[in-house]
């Protein structure tokens, strides 16, 4: 993993990317790399703490917006929409707004209808309350009674699985974001879960990408060493995503994990298309340093094999 890292940090497109922002990529050791380019990655946040949602919007030149288009690519952030294998114990679907909820729902099925075979699927959430803008996708979706992330995810799973009544439905309230819950449908010979995982700082934020992968694996999914997971996204979030499932699934469980990602600005519903600014996209190259740091710094001295070939499918 280390090596994968190692290269994404030391490319041609990211050196590119942080010269045109006035940064000279440092040489030297990785670790002193990762440290220096979350640092400097500071001048691509828009987020300040919030959700992607409460992001601000910046308008770029062209130069730079043209930049951006062309080192998505290279940088992981496009292009890793078909998974490596046809057959995953686990399918996990990350969690998002109401909108991104139902497309990654939709895109899982179609990934599954069209030859991805897997014992259990698992929506990932949270029990966010969701924002007016997600209140107003999901009165344009048709989906009523949506107020947390965890309502919407579940309804994309219901639309995009035509599932029935669920089987069980447990929940646990808790104080700040210290409550979780989990729905279990039966699908066929598979089940299939919407789950919102408690935060393991639930005083102060949701849960997480790592909050709900960790969550899964310990409580629902248990995933025994050498099962392979395929996680369903959005094509700009596949690094970061990435990362934080190598952290928590391989180097913790033993997984093998495939990521990959939908493409919006392709989707045919209207209501679920749309382009990312660029400073969305710089966004989220900021966030592949943070997890591709936090990766690194959990790494043991040696990694396995295996966990290195999960690696390098999609860094």
Known sequence: MGAAIDDWTRSPALRALVTAFGGTLPVGHLSHRLAWLDDFSLVWDTRNGGERHESRRVDHGQDI???????ALSLGLRGRHRPG???????????????????????????ISGGVVADQVS??????????????????????????????????????????????????????FSGWRVRTYRFGSRDIRTLAAPSTEPATRRANTADTLEFWAEQVGRPEPGDNV????????VPFQHCDALRTLTLRHGCGVDTV????????DPH?????????????????????????????????????????RCL
């Open 65 to 71: 917006r043209e930049l951006v288009d062309h080192v």
């Open 123 to 176: 929506g990932l959430g949270s029990l966010r309350p969701i924002a007016d803008k997600e209140r107003d996708h999901a009165r344009y979706l048709g989906l009523t009674g949506i107020e947390t992330e965890f309502d919407g995810m579940d309804a994309g799973l219901q639309r995009a699985f035509r599932l029935d009544r669920p089987v069980v439905d447990e929940l646990m309230v808790g104080g700040g």
């Open 272 to 312: 679920l298309r749309h382009v990312y600014p660029t400073s969305a996209v710089l966004q989220e190259v900021r966030s592949a340093v943070r997890s591709m740091r936090a990766l690194y710094e959990a790494l043991p001295p040696v990694s396995s094999i295996a966990s290195r070939n999960a690696s390098e």
């Open 261 to 268: 990602g939908l493409e919006p600005q392709g989707l045919a």
């Open 230 to 237: 395929l996680l369903v996204t959005t094509d700009l979030h």
């Open 85 to 111: 294998r046809r057959y995953y114990q686990h399918v996990l679907i990350a969690g998002g707004g109401v909108r991104t909820c139902v497309a990654r729902s939709l895109f899982a099925a179609d990934l």
